[in-house]
């Protein structure tokens, strides 16, 4: 679309916004419109998203341009929209079974979330002393080549940090690591042979009977467990 269709999509909603107030959001890099060869600006469907984000939030926020920045830049990490109150992103909810244990889906799921170190400390309420600890554990990592954290690494210092209020440190964890690595063992030696199928669809299943091994091992595990200490 070209700026003038932009600014008939938005008019309705806010009928103050003009083509000069588009070029601002643009210059303040809150919006990147392709350029045609003559320097024309295209907008997607996602700029235009993107426009009503924070034309909203200032009119229904007050919020300044440096925090709705933050915003879209926590959307394009894949995090949500942080909360006006506190301004502190929050994650994306895990799948959980009925039962209260990670679903099938859970292990299938794939998001974009990347966090900062110093967010992983913030979102996750750790100190820098208990990630270092659960680093050199091998009990999360950041990504490689990133250096950004996602939901496991998230979920796993969470998990961590109450473990702590029971006494549990780092190296009492990697007991829990040892385990876990077995577990992934075996289910690679089982799928194995499906992904070396021939046909279109063997990867698709191999990846599909994956999540749901997985969810079942897990299941097997916590009930382990509880059987045990019962």
């Known amino acids: 679309m070209n700026i003038g269709q932009v600014l008939d999509l938005l008019r309705p909603d806010f009928p103050q916004v003009t083509i000069p107030k588009i070029r601002f959001l643009e210059d303040k890099g809150l919006i990147k419109p392709e350029r045609t060869p003559a320097g024309y600006r295209k907008f997607s ?73 110093r967010e992983l400390v913030k979102v996750a309420e750790i100190t820098e002393e208990l990630l270092d600890q659960l680093e050199q554990f091998g009990l999360l990592s950041a990504r490689p080549g990133t250096g950004h954290y996602d939901t496991d690494a998230l979920v796993i210092a969470r998990t961590a940090r109450e473990l702590a209020d029971f006494g549990f440190e780092p190296r009492h964890l990697r007991a829990f690591k040892t385990a876990a690595d077995r577990e992934v063992g075996l289910v690679q030696q089982v799928v194995a042979p499906m992904e070396r199928g021939r046909d279109a669809g063997a990867k698709g299943r191999a990846a599909e009977a994956v999540t749901e091994i997985a969810a079942l091992s897990v299941r097997l595990h916590a009930t382990l467990v509880k059987a045990g200490l019962r």
């Open 45 to 117: 469907e996602g700029d235009v998203e993107r426009l009503r984000y924070v034309l909203r939030m200032q009119r229904d926020h007050y919020l300044p341009l440096k925090v709705i920045g933050e915003h879209l830049d926590a959307i394009d990490r894949g995090l949500e929209p942080p909360p006006i109150e506190p301004v502190v992103p929050t994650v994306p909810s895990v799948a959980l079974a009925a039962d209260g244990l990670p679903s099938a889906a859970s292990f299938a799921r794939r998001d974009d979330l990347r966090l900062s170190r």
